[in-house]
């Protein structure tokens, strides 16, 4: 059951405060029809100030003047409608009309106020400001000037002897602020001036000045521009007239012109030009504020000189939000917000019923809200919000509708409160009188006695006891509590308060010092008083102890509880002093500080820089701002300051410099709730100079559940922009805020990936923008931004990501080789520039002969960036080539790598002066020109007509040899290997290659997956091409005696075979020999194949000039290896012979098993 009536009593409770008020009560607003306004009258004269409301009858009228009501008589009334006559103004030092004027209107929902209306009676006063005679040359210009104040603004005309002039001729402008000019005055100028100023009040002349006009040299000498009158800065209301004077002396007359600081163009529509080049702005709006610039240049020249000055506009205040009404039951909670803007900012009043609200336990005003806590029927009534500044006032309102139910029970009694210690309070009461039994619950509501808008804290117990004990408290503080009783429908009233004192305690913690030196031999100690928080009471002493750091003696001073400094003296110099101090209240001594160090600074003749006066500011709870100024007398010959700080109980941070015109340092990334220790010293031509130190703790973030306004919302828009290889351009958008607090930005920046968080960097800005710089170059890195006001930090906005620019390559490609590969091509290799996070979008690859090299000509190849290899072909045979490469990238172009030579001979391959390995393949194949064309053509037409004349003596001896075929099969029958018989089986069969030994002697580039195969030839193709079926095997050996295996040969019926055979000597050469020749005086060009696949060189080649060499390669099934080996035999050199085999035209085929028949 006490289970249930746990659960039960929150719940109904919450049902009670927040009930859904369904059926609303319909009430009629009290609203202005007409309210007064801003009048000037004449004096005695009559004035009526309009004030009409609407609403439910009956309506009472009353009015104020300057807060007060006014005093109804004969002369002064209300009409019928309830506008207030005055039948004749009066203006005396006694009794004056003048003032601001209110209506308040007022029916059984409460009252209203109307805005506030100035009546001002119409005046002219003395003239502040007389014109002046002056003594001027002919074609020069004249001016003057005169002041007055009047009710309202006069009209200023001027008088030449006694003889008005007109407002504006050719040369001629009078200004409406009373300033007379005259540009290229004449010996008719001459005479007296003064001004009259005339209102509806009255009319006023001046003193009169006189205008001496003496002759001008001849010829006038020339006379750069002066600005002889400039224009002055300006406040002026919106919907006023803005004037800005500018007047130029100068021979020959200067022009004027005029533009903005911003470089806004200047409103045409609303501007003019009076006279020579006076501003005139009219219905002036907040956008014509800034600062104008009058340039006053000679004609046809660049002299020129410029004066400035500023527009402030001031504006009424004008409702951004208003208030609306609301309905809420007793003791619930009802919110009020009003937004107001202007210029100056408008401050808010908030009323009831007419009459301003002050703050108490449950009424708070935070900026612009009204918050009601604990409604009780009394803050039933209509609400008004009064946004007021120097140009105006302007007001919104709003009903407040309390809704009440009936039995409701009485307020708790006789309520008692006892302290417990120095943090709580225990409260006790008796239950109400009335309906006791229908109490659901109990609301303990509680708050600081001292001080204005304090929190109010409320805490919801059972109905099943009526004592409580509130904890949490701070020490030594007065508190006042009430008590409320609910029940399902409603709440009762609150019942009396009480006032209590919590218990003192010793401090919580010890002040923070700070340190410095005003000379070698002493340090001046200081410290802030421990706020009430920290105290926990009346800081009654200090206990300052301090001792050398090499030695354990301790001095102790014990000072006033009031005092915040002590100057140590006598002394050492050049010795590190430790100190500390503790704070106690009448409980006892709290626990001291950690010990802090200084050095007192050396003795020496020279004079060198004072210790800073130092201020440390906690900007949030991650940031602390330095601001520091330096003693009068020690700015000579600076150079600048040396900062650092380390966190306590942790070894002194690294020193940073900072610029010697700086007097402000953010430092970012700290801990919360954390104490550091800041140094900074002044240094200059003489050397360091003493040194400040001070001690701050960090605040703790405030989190949610701190505050009763959540967090604000992060910056939204972050955009960057890479500006340079080491710099980031970073800005976003601040967040709508209803209050204009200020505010300050952290912005996060790291490398994507970055691992260690000790190298994030954190910086402090108060605009929306921020340089990013000191940036690694093409580096990825990603940036967030935080917000902070009033101690409150909001979550970090979204990431964005931004790359640096690259650098330009400063260092050349890296080994660089060239390697010869044909008569006429050789192949380029090299490594990027050995430089971190360098991006190459393409390589330049220089090239020439040593003659063109001479001359200056150079062929030239590019290569993409991730391609590091290239083909030069068409080179001269017997010349030497010089090659070099550079890289590349959208930021410029690096150095050439130093040249590497290649000697091109004819027949030979030279080895290049370098070593590199390429990563990277050419981009295309051989392409034949024209004459290596014509050769292909003239050798196939050669071989073709050998074929048929070697076709046409097989078939002329193709009966003698019948025999002799026919005999050489049936001896080999039992020799045939199976793959042969097989083979001769077949007729369907119409071509079969020719089988050859693979070559093994070779090298074959595999790491890029190409095709490219390379011997002491150069490179050579496959020869398993299905599309190309052989039909002749050409065999030689140039010299020597060589030993090959014969291979075996398929053949079809009716097609000849040519073969050829060597004798060969006693010591048989390899089987690649035997298919390429010698090698002999090569080994300079296969070492340089050997070379190149040391270096891993890839790429893909196609060459048709190969085609002999490449009918030699080719793959044989594993069965004809054997016979190849079975099969050989040696040829001698001169003992070659060519051989036709002709295939039988019969069905059966013929296989020649050794050498073919000599023809």
Known sequence: ?????????????????????????????????????????????????????????????????????????????????????????????????????????????????????????????????????????????????????????????????????????????????????????????????????????????????????????????????????????????????????????????????????????????????????????????????????????????????????????????????????????????????????????????????????????????????????????????????????????????????????????????????????????????????????????????????????????????????????????????????????????????????????????????????????????????????????????????????????????????????????????????????????????????????????????????????????????????????????????SGSGLQGYKLSYHEESQPDGAQTQIPPHQRQHTIGGLDPRKKYHVKLLAFSFMGDGYQADQTISTPGCVSVRDRLVPPPPPPHHVYAHSNSSSSVFLHWARPAFTSAQTVNYTVRCNPVGLQNASLVLYLQTAAQSLMVSDLDPNTNYEFAVRLHVDQLSSPWSPVVYQTTLPEAPTRAPVGLKVTLIEGDTALVSWKPPDEPNLAVTHYTILYASRRAWAAGEWQILQREGSVTMALLENLQSGQVYLVKVSASNQMGDGPFSPATELSVREGHASRTHGSTHATAFSDGFYHLDQRSMTGIVVGVSIALICIIICILILAYRSKTRKSSTAKSIRQAEGQTPPTAVRLANESQAESVEVMMPMMRDNFIDAKGGTNLIINSYGPVKHTVEKKRMKRWCIKREDKGVKKFSSPSYSYNQGVTLLCYTETSPQHPPSSLQGLFGSTGGDSEGSHSSEGSHETGDSGRFSHDDMEATNLSLGSRPASLQGEESEASHEITENERHLHLIPMAEATQTTLQQQEPLPV
């Not at 005695?44 to 009228?61: F, K, M, N, S, T």
């Open 1 to 633: 059951m006490a289970s249930f009536k746990t659960d039960l009593y929150p719940r109904l409770l919450l049902f009670a405060v927040f009930l859904p008020i369904s059926g609303v009560m319909s009430f009629s607003e009290l609203f202005f029809i007409r309210e007064p306004h801003d009048v000037t009258v004449l004096r005695r004269d009559a004035v009526v100030l309009d004030c009409q409301a609407h609403g439910e009858a009956p309506i009472g009228i009353r009015w104020l003047r300057n807060g007060e009501t006014l005093t109804e008589s004969e002369r002064v009334y209300l009409l019928s409608n309830g506008s207030l006559f005055i039948s004749e103004v009066e203006s005396r030092k006694d009794r004056s009309d003048e003032g601001f004027y209110q209506c308040l209107a007022q029916n059984t929902y409460g009252s209203i106020l109307s805005q506030k209306a100035r009546l001002t009676i119409a005046g002219l006063s003395t003239f502040t400001q007389q014109p002046s005679s002056i003594m001027v040359m002919e074609g020069s210009v004249a001016r003057f000037a005169c002041k007055i104040t009047a009710t309202p603004p006069p009209i200023i005309t001027w008088e030449f002897n006694r003889v008005t002039l007109p407002l504006a001729t050719e040369r001629i402008t009078v200004l409406p602020s009373g300033i007379l000019q005259i540009q290229g005055v004449e010996q008719t100028d001459a005479g007296s001036y003064r001004c009259v100023a005339t209102n509806i009040a009255s009319r006023r002349r001046s003193s009169e000045a006189t205008l001496t006009v003496n002759a001008a040299p001849s010829p006038r000498v020339p006379q750069r521009p002066q600005i002889i009158a400039g224009p002055q800065n300006l406040t002026v209301s919106v919907h006023s007239t803005a004037l800005l004077e500018c007047m130029a002396t100068g021979n020959p007359r200067p022009l004027i012109s005029w533009s903005r600081a911003d470089h806004k163009s200047i409103d045409v529509h609303k501007t003019k030009v009076l006279g020579n080049g006076n501003l005139l702005i009219s219905d002036v709006k907040p956008q014509h504020a800034g600062i104008y610039f009058c340039r006053a240049t000679t004609p046809g020249t660049r002299n020129y000189t410029i004066a400035a000055a500023n527009i402030t506009v001031l504006a009424p205040p004008s409702l951004v939000e208003w208030p609306e009404s609301v309905t809420r039951p007793r003791a619930g909670t009802a919110r009020f917000v009003c937004v107001a803007e202007g210029l100056p900012t408008p401050q808010i009043t908030w009323l009831k019923n007419g009459e301003p609200i002050h703050s108490n336990g449950r009424i708070k005003m935070y900026n612009s809200k009204l918050v009601i806590n604990q409604i009780i029927p009394e803050d039933d009534g209509i609400y008004q919000c009064e946004a007021e500044n120097e140009q105006g006032s302007v007001l919104a309102m709003a009903r407040l509708i309390v809704v009440m139910s009936d039995n409701r029970p009485s307020a708790p009694r006789n309520v008692r409160a006892d302290t417990v210690s120095s943090s709580a309070i225990l409260l006790a009461w008796e239950r109400p009188m009335y309906n006791s039994d229908k109490v659901i619950a109990y609301s303990v509501h509680y708050m600081k006695a001292e001080g204005l808008n304090n929190e109010e804290y409320q805490i919801v117990i059972g109905n099943d006891t009526t004592r409580y004990i509130i904890d949490d408290l701070e020490a030594g503080r007065n508190y006042t509590f009430y008590i409320v009783a609910y029940m399902p429908m409603g709440a009762s009233r609150m019942s009396d308060h009480v006032i209590q004192r919590t218990f003192e305690d010793v401090p919580l913690r010890a002040p923070e010092l700070s340190l410095t030196s005003r000379s070698p031999t002493d340090i001046q100690v200081s410290w802030q008083p421990l706020s009430h928080k920290l105290s926990r009471g009346r800081v009654c002493a200090y206990r300052l102890s301090y001792r050398t750091s090499s030695e354990e003696a301790l001095t102790q001073l014990e000072l006033s509880g009031h005092q915040t400094h002590q100057l140590l003296e006598d002394l050492q110099p050049d010795t590190t002093y430790l100190l500390r101090v503790a704070a106690a209240t009448s409980v006892g001594w709290g626990e001291p500080s950690a010990w802090t160090t200084h050095r007192t600074p050396k003795t020496s003749s020279t004079k060198v820089p004072l210790a800073p006066e130092l201020q440390l500011e906690s900007l949030n709870c991650t940031t602390v701002v330095l601001r520091w100024h330096l003693p009068a007398g």
